[in-house]
């Protein structure tokens, strides 16, 4: 917290001519400490660049955040590598926030679970987000065990569908064979993209990928 106060009065000095700020590897990095940083960004900043990766963020700090997000016209937020515990209350917290300038997301390797991913999609999917062309979600769709099934693919597809990205990272997310043809649909569906990105995709086969390049 005293780091929190520290940094807090050394950014009022400077906010106004910042454009991009990130904090990586803050361990206490929780939602009272949050507010502090993010309290000055609000009043005194044209910020439009936050990174926020491999922090502790859990819902105390995603409410913060979302709160955040809803003042700033942020274009790019980044939470990559987050390693805290947060529910689908505060996936949900950090998502309402997020600003209608906003152009490039990353969850990246952030375990936002299969309720967080649906939500996701269907928020990028909104007309409010028509800004969003960058959505990274490697190795985002888990929660240890717990993977999308083929009817959550289907729906996640479906919402993503209506989306005007240029670029998607979506690799190690465990896709299935079977959830290659609502892949397929959706990527085709989406005009504006550019750029497909699906690393690590170990669990699709080679009738998988058959199936993939053949649609």
Known sequence: AKTAQILACALSQCAGSLRSFGLKRCENLTGRSMEKIVNVLKVKSNIKK????????????AAVLGDASATLSLK?????????????????AILHGLSS???S??????????????FL????????????????????LHSGNI????EGWDMFFDLLSNSSLHKLRLG???IPDDAIPSMVEC???????????????????????ANFFRQ
């Open 172 to 174: 190690g997310n465990n």
């Open 50 to 61: 936050l990174s926020l990766d491999e922090n502790d963020i859990n819902d105390e700090a």
């Open 187 to 209: 990527l085709n569906s989406m005009t504006s993209l550019t750029t497909v990105d699906l690393w690590y995709c170990f669990n699709v086969t080679d009738s998988g990928w």
């Open 76 to 92: 790019s937020l980044s939470l990559r590598g987050n390693y805290g515990s947060i529910s689908p209350a505060g996936m949900e």
């Open 101 to 103: 300038t906003l152009q």
């Open 147 to 150: 993977v999308l099934s083929r």
């Open 105 to 118: 997301l990353s969850f990246s390797h952030f375990p936002i679970g299969v309720e967080g991913g649906l």
């Open 121 to 140: 999609a269907e928020v990028v999917s909104n007309n409010f987000a028509s800004m969003l062309k960058e959505l990274d979600i490697t190795c985002a």
